[in-house]
Antibody
């Protein structure tokens, strides 16, 4: 069964770069059938799609975050990563990694999520 | 971008009752590209429905989805205690957007 696990610092200072990694187990990130991505949920708010990546490195980002987001993939480690630059308190959220079937738009499964707080 | 509005914000029901959750899109969602998720605190969101009406693997048949264009519904017949959670709809246009959620709570 495919499992996704987020990891990274839980506290980031304003103006710095948030960095998270998602480790995929139970399946290969190099599968041609899927995209891999990030979704976040600020406390008390709804879900926001951040972006997706294919194993070849092709990326798709939410236009609202595109200028600050970089998603990358490391097929040798079966991991993909998120970098969000110039963070502010508004970037405080639970960050989930997830998988999307190629050519489709739903997300399944999701990681449990990791809370990242932006504070000095 | 397509804005999804879910109603009601909170739904208070008892186990055994039926629930109807609504998701309205600000513009037509093409080819029924709509999904529903269940989210419990501290857990990963769980895909329930995709393509507006297709149940995901392992989802009980008491969950059903329908709709097209701008109006979609998720129906849960005969609520079980484990069904009380927050439910989100999602459209997979560009960009992907989610509704704000409906909290289904025990009355």
């Amino acid at each position: 069964q495919l499992q996704l696990q987020e990891s990274g610092p839980g506290l980031v200072k304003p103006s710095e770069t948030l960095s998270l990694t998602c480790t995929v187990s139970g399946g290969s990130i190099s599968s041609s059938s899927y995209y891999w991505g990030w979704i976040r949920q600020p406390p008390g708010k709804g879900l926001e799609w951040i972006g997706s990546i294919y194993y070849t490195g092709s990326t798709y980002y939410n236009p609202s975050l595109k200028s600050r987001v970089t998603i990358s993939v490391d097929t040798s480690k079966n991991q993909f990563s998120l970098k969000l630059s110039s963070v502010t308190a508004a970037d405080t959220a639970v960050y989930h990694c997830t998988r999307r079937p190629a050519g489709m738009g739903w997300f399944d499964p999701w990681g449990q999520g990791t809370l990242v707080t932006v504070s000095s | 971008e397509i804005v999804l509005t879910q109603s009601p914000g909170t739904l208070s029901l008892s186990p055994g009752e039926g629930a109807t959750l609504s998701c309205r899109a600000s513009q037509s969602v093409s080819s029924s590209y709509l999904a529903w998720y269940q989210h419990k605190p501290g857990q990963a969101p769980r895909l329930l429905i995709y393509g507006a009406s297709t149940r995901a693997t392992g989802i009980p048949d008491r969950f059903s989805g329908r709709g097209s264009g701008t109006d979609f519904t998720l129906t849960i017949s005969r609520l079980e205690p484990e069904d009380f959670a927050v439910y989100y709809c999602q459209q997979y246009g560009s960009p992907v957007t989610f509704g704000q959620g409906t909290k289904l709570e025990i009355k």
